[in-house]
């Protein structure tokens, strides 16, 4: 088994609000390891981008971490100081977010932030580093990196916004990046360009690659293991194939029954999971999902699940997940 880069280890986060404390993320587990991909997918609203701004360190004013921490390199990386934050990020730990326009500032052009970006890569000039981003700016799809560095985020589409900040990810060739839904603005075919750069470069630098989204074929093309969140909880985890041809958990089948790309016929209306999440301000008792799910009993309403092995490193978190009427 290859090294592990990152781990999340009992994790939980919680934001302070008007109505309480909103427990966003409730004592979330995983590992990133050299060399893999892994898939982080769920509803909106179930933890996904809380769990992905802690792993850079980058959680909100009124957020808190009520248990566990983010490791890397040996140490919490929610517990360093800012100095120790800003040599992290970018080089070592980098993220590719979800709305590009907030990964540049609008008063400077592209090349100028591209080339800032590289500050702690030593013995380049302006000018190499200015001829690197083009060259990486070309690598993610932009046909005409020169002009683009010349221009500010605002003259660029929102396919171009969204391969710029990918480009301003992967300058620095981190071990550790988090794409959150990195292929959201682009088309299918520059989907596909990207899919096949995470690749290569997952091969070309060994580094560890989190996907972050709610898009089950990214993960299916790019991941070899998948963690999936509902109401700030992962209660399913496995590899990949296994947990996408034999999911354990309801929320799981559910999440894979909507799934446009599982429908064989044509469907007049596109099917939804009932209900609706859980008020995280004063969390179920029993399992999260019970509110939502035709198999919930009162044992599920009143005891939380335990994480159940089902088979080797595939684990879920339900009551019935070693039995046939967890299975699809």
Known sequence: MSETLLKVDDLSIAYASEQ????????????????????????????????????????????????????????????????????????????????????????????????????????????????????MLKRVGIPDPERCLSRFVHELSGGMRQRAAIAAALLMTPEVLVADEPTTALDVTMEAQIIHLLRELRRDYNGAIVIVTHHLGLVGELCDRVYVMYAGEVVEEGSTEEVYHNPRHPYTQALIACDPAHLHDHAPVLPTIPGRLPDLVTPPMGCSFAGRCARATGHCRSVAPAHVEVSPRHFARCHFAQRNEARS
Request: charged share 25%; with cysteine; proline share 2%.
């Open 20 to 135: 309480g404390a909103l427990q966003a993320l409730r004592h979330a587990s995983l590992e990133a390891r050299a060399g893999e991909a892994i898939g982080i997918v769920g509803e909106s609203g179930c933890g996904k981008s809380t769990l992905a701004s802690a792993m850079i360190n980058l959680l909100a004013s009124n957020a808190r971490v009520t248990s566990g921490g983010v490791i890397f390199g040996g140490r919490d990386i929610l517990s360093v100081s800012g100095e120790e934050k800003r040599r992290l990020r970018g080089r070592h730990i980098a993220m590719i977010f979800q709305d590009p326009m907030t990964s540049f500032n609008p008063v400077l052009t592209i090349g100028e932030q591209l080339v800032d970006f590289q500050d702690q890569r030593e013995g380049l000039s302006k000018g190499e580093k200015r001829a690197e981003a083009a060259a």
